[in-house]
């Protein structure tokens, strides 16, 4: 098993600019979640996804957008990047809902 | 609101040494789960402590959960170099998608 994977590792954007970070995981999970973490800080909740074709919004969802067409992938889009998203993204997997269990390796991004 | 704080934020320890790490939160909940981070790296996950009075062990890691102080202790003992990292608690608020909202962690250091 691959785990949780995440591409691309490093981006720097523009203002303005729009990228898709790509998430999949090989567990067959279920649920599936998007964090940002600012430096010095702990995680804060993008999206979340409990299945296929079912997404809501976390605590910060603004500036993002979320799809989940398949078990496996769930991208997350930003659109008319800020630099306010300069931040280290990553998407976490779980079987159940008792806790996002595996995280992937993360993704840097920074808006300049 | 939910909002989850640890102390200290920092911590510098010598090897051999016990030390405990706390973690509270504001509103009722009877769940919470410790995540360990590198520096540079993902989240691992470390305990998840589903009810009052749950404590877990591993290694020299012990967490313990108590609900009415609203109240998780990570608790160290006898340290070694290589539990040096951020240990982040985070506390559930939505247990139907596995929705919690986490510490800003506290940043251990152990030194020979």
């Known amino acids: 098993n691959a785990g949780v994977t995440q591409t691309p590792k490093f981006r720097i954007l523009k203002i303005g600019q729009s990228m898709t970070l790509q998430c999949a995981q090989d567990m067959n999970h279920n649920y599936m979640y998007w964090y940002r973490q600012d430096p010095g800080m702990g995680l804060k909740l993008i999206y979340y996804s409990v299945g296929a074709g079912i997404t809501d919004k976390g605590e910060v969802p603004n500036g993002y957008n979320v799809s989940r067409s398949t078990t496996e992938d769930f991208p997350l889009r930003l659109e008319l990047a800020a630099p306010s998203q300069t931040s280290v993204y990553f998407c976490?997997?779980?079987?159940?809902?008792?806790?996002?269990?595996?995280f992937g390796p993360g993704t840097r991004l920074t808006v300049l | 609101e939910l909002k989850v704080e640890q102390n200290p934020l920092f911590l510098s320890m010598q090897e051999g040494k016990n030390y405990t790490i706390y973690c509270n939160y504001s509103?009722?909940?009877?769940?919470l789960y410790w995540y360990r981070q590198d520096p540079g790296k993902s989240l691992e996950s470390l305990f998840v402590?589903?009810?009052?009075?749950a404590v877990k062990q591993e290694g020299r890691l012990m967490a313990s959960l108590d609900t009415k102080a609203r109240l998780s202790t990570l608790h160290i003992t006898a340290a070694v170099h290589d539990l040096s990292a951020t240990y982040f608690c985070?506390?559930?608020?939505?247990?139907?998608?596995?929705?919690?909202?986490f510490g800003d962690g506290t940043t251990l250091t152990v030194k020979p």
């Open positions: 402590l589903l009810s009052n009075g």
């Open positions: 509103t009722t909940s009877d769940r």
């Open positions: 985070a506390v559930a608020y939505n247990t139907n998608a596995g929705k919690s909202t």
């Open positions: 976490a997997s779980s079987y159940s809902t008792v806790n996002p269990e595996f």
